[in-house]
């Protein structure tokens, strides 16, 4: 069973989350929250499987709450979809860079929204697709706030753990990257959390954008990134 905690400041849209995901046969909500101090308290009592957190709301908002739940410092992190009728790039990237492992906008159609939960249940991340490729073509383009350089990055993981970014930033999950690596799927999770710490984050969806923001892989329908060729390896020399 999938616990959660829906947290919104409104109350419509906190019953109407309850109403759906609590539905599923396989998910529970056990707590809702009216704002984000309410959420921090709650879930750091009940530990959900899942923190649904909308971003505006009073108080300490969604991206601190996140910060708080699942943030780089946090010692035992709680999975943060955040949920919000926002798109703006800094709410986006604000919640990304705070540790949410998905960011769904609340138009999403219903089966997205449950989809995303038991994904981040699962371990993976989500990002709502009418927002993947713009988001990552940002983060390549800003190229800061890097935790771990690329170059860097190459001396620390291991093949295996290099092999398991590349996968992860091409967007399969845990299943999917066993079956390529013919491993089992607590394999690809014990790399994936020896791997993170290591980049410098603290969830797959981070990891999976480090890996463009440092163009390990290339933006989906860009051109190719000499950096990124099998040739060059992780980083190419100046």
């Not at 009728?85 to 138009?107: Q, R």
């Not at 935790?147 to 093949?159: F, G, I, K």
Request: aromatic share 2%; proline share 6%; with cysteine.
């Amino acid at each position: 069973m999938i616990r959660i905690l829906i947290a919104d400041d409104q109350v419509l849209v906190r019953a109407g989350l309850s109403a759906l995901l609590g539905a599923e046969p396989d998910i529970e909500v056990v707590a809702l929250a009216a704002d984000g101090d309410e959420a921090v308290r709650l879930a750091r009592e009940l530990r959900p499987d899942v923190a649904c957190l909308d971003i505006r709301m009073p108080g300490r908002d969604g991206i601190r709450a996140t910060r708080d739940l699942s943030g780089p410092d946090v010692v035992d992190p709680i999975p943060v979809l955040v949920i919000t009728t926002f798109d703006l790039d800094d709410y986006v990237f604000g919640a990304l860079e705070a540790g949410a492992a998905g960011f769904l906008l609340k138009d999403a159609d219903p089966a997205v929204m449950v989809d995303a939960v038991r994904s981040i249940a699962a371990g993976n991340g989500t990002l709502d697709q009418t927002l993947t490729r713009r988001v990552l073509r940002e983060f390549a383009e800003r190229r800061r706030s890097r935790p771990v350089s690329a170059r860097r990055a190459s001396e620390l993981l291991t093949a295996r753990e290099a092999d398991i970014l590349l996968l992860l930033a091409h967007g399969m999950s845990n299943e999917a990257i066993a079956r390529e690596l013919v491993v089992e799927v607590s394999t690809v999770k014990s790399h994936l959390a020896r791997m993170m710490p290591k980049l410098g984050v603290s969830s797959r969806l981070q990891a999976a954008v480090w890996a463009y923001q440092n163009r390990v892989v290339a933006v989906p329908d860009d051109e190719p990134d000499p950096l990124a060729s099998k040739d060059a390896g992780p980083e190419a020399p100046p």
